[in-house]
């Protein structure tokens, strides 16, 4: 075993430690948490045809741009599967079914388990949606598994979870906003609370991190250096619609957030310069040579990508998604 295979075992058995400790502080206990039903139509309620037209009559105003978003985002939530698998194939951790790691990532994907699950019964309910059209999508997505550059290296895959966590929380909280605008309270509530766990996930990562950076800041230096030369891809990377190839379709669906504003190339720049902060990146003592210089790259970064961005344009509604029904 290398030198550096050996260092990062280590590391990962100190945050493993770490993870178990913390885990009351990141995620919510089972029996008090929120649940999809809390929000939807009681099904033993004497009220729920009517409270499933109030549903439909509310979300009959949501614009085609925010109806295609929020089904993006639920296949999204949905392909929990893939995720959860990725992350226990991350080397160097403890496969102990008791240990930190395995215990987080089962946690962790319980709790973001309700997201996928409550927004799929809202756009059921809603009348909004060809549902079996969505259905393909999210058992394609499985099935067609992601490549988001981190290889099965620990350090690039919490900095990935921490940048990915903190972008579907902007996403959500976005949708949230639209949502309220358009006159629909009860989807900007579920939004808002989905966008709250992302917030809690975030800071798990983010600590996760942060813990790395300080026994093994050149590892973590040139480890984030490298997610960020290669740019986060987001999970859904690969959605796709029926008769279409992998990828195709989160190029329109990137296209409608991006009108919306409910995740734009500048809240990318954004959410670099507040990972780059809060690991305090700029004042990060103990580099070697290797070590400068990838601090140097990732902290010229944003205004570079910061100038290219406020260069583009919004694109043009041109696509119709087989998602949305009428």
Sequence with gaps: MSFFADKRREVMVHIEKYMLESMGTYLKPIDTNWQPSDFLPDSTSE?????I???????KDLS???VAVLIGDTITEEALPTYESW????????????????????????EENRHGDL????????????????EISTQYLIADGFDIGTGHDPYRNFIYTSFQELATN???????????????????????????????????????MNRIFEVDPNEAMLAFEDMMRKK???????????????????????????RLGVY??????????????????????DLNEAGEQARDYIMALPTRLLRVAERMKNPTIDYKFSWIAG
């Design 47 to 51: 009220t729920f045809y009517q409270d």
């Design 53 to 59: 037209r109030i549903l439909r009559d509310n979300a």
């Design 64 to 66: 085609y741009d925010l």
């Design 87 to 110: 992350l226990a194939m991350v080397d160097g951790h403890s496969k102990d079914e008791e240990g930190g790691w395995m215990k987080w990532v089962r946690h962790w994907t319980a």
């Design 119 to 134: 927004l799929n019964k809202y756009l059921y309910l809603s009348g909004r949606v060809d549902m079996r059209q969505m």
């Design 170 to 208: 902007v996403s959500h909280r976005r949708v949230a906003s639209l949502a309220k605008k358009d006159g629909d309270t009860l989807l900007s509530k579920m939004c808002g609370v989905i966008a709250s766990d992302e917030a809690r996930h975030a800071k798990a990562y983010k600590d996760f």
């Design 232 to 258: 986060i891809v987001m999970p859904a990377h690969f959605l796709r619609e029926v008769g279409l190839k992998i990828g195709q379709t989160f190029g329109h669906f990137t296209d409608a957030a991006q």
């Design 264 to 285: 734009t190339a500048i809240d990318y720049v954004e959410i670099m310069q507040q990972l780059i902060e809060d690991w305090k990146i700029e004042g990060m003592r």
